[in-house]
């Protein structure tokens, strides 16, 4: 798969197989991965990846962590701006109501978008998690840098065959999983990422987002 098809085809999968991923693509993909831009040269980032029976005890820690405490535990940083304005407000909106009508959950249901959206803390059924964590003195170029290392991420597991879902919503449970973790103090969580094989039997397959067309997002000087 060449450069172009993986970014067509990578999505944000809801729905996977429990198909194992075997440990040398993980490592393959992650070793390539690090060749990402960064800053100085900082490589800012770390990586955890938790499968097979560790991860099926941190399933069980989260289903009960999320009864306990629905909202989290107090997110590190703002996953979303505290004033989301249009046009940003409007594509988080379309977005939403565009994977709950392929679920079939209208707005009124607000119990069964929250029991959907729990399904985040079980990895959608996934084999494999990711967790990247950074270095708490680090400032906003650092955290670009983690954004280049997880995009090569999920395009080089498109070119094994695998899919991934990138999950912010990680960040606010970040005593539980910098406890499961062993994160150090000086080291924070920024996000999670769900791997494995996309389910493509179910009704979320078939999800493409839409974009806002090139016109919209770039300009063109002396072109």
């Known amino acids: 798969m060449n450069v172009q098809d993986a970014i067509a085809t990578r999505r944000s999968v809801r729905e996977f197989l429990d198909t ?14 690090l060749r990402a831009p960064s800053g100085g040269n900082l490589q800012p980032w770390h990586l955890h990846v938790v499968g097979g029976e560790k991860l099926a005890e941190l399933k069980a820690i989260m289903r009960t962590r999320v009864q ?3 909202t989290g535990e ?3 940083y703002d996953i979303y701006p505290r004033e989301l304005v249009a046009p940003y407000r409007d594509r988080r909106f379309a977005v939403g109501e565009a994977m ?3 679920l079939g ?10 029991e959907w959206f729990a399904r985040n803390y079980q990895f959608f059924g996934a084999p494999l998690a990711l967790f990247c964590t950074v270095d708490r ?11 280049m290392v997880l995009q090569n991420v999920m395009l080089l597991l498109r070119g094994e065959g695998l899919d991934s879902c990138p999950q912010e919503c990680w960040a606010i449970y970040p ?3 910098g406890r499961f973790i062993a994160l150090p103090p000086e080291r924070m969580l920024f996000t999670g990422m769900s791997i494995g094989y996309a389910d493509r039997s179910r009704p979320l397959d078939a999800l493409v987002t839409e974009r806002a067309p090139l016109s919209e997002v770039a300009e063109f000087s002396g072109i």
């Open 20 to 33: 194992p991923v075997p440990g040398d693509v993980i490592r393959r993909v992650l070793a390539q991965a």
């Open 68 to 70: 306990e405490a629905p």
């Open 74 to 76: 107090g997110s590190e």
């Open 100 to 102: 709950y009508a392929r």
């Open 105 to 114: 959950i209208p707005r009124e249901d607000k119990a069964a978008r929250r």
């Open 137 to 147: 003195r680090m400032g906003p170029p650092q955290w670009s840098d983690l954004g």
């Open 175 to 177: 005593q539980t999983i």
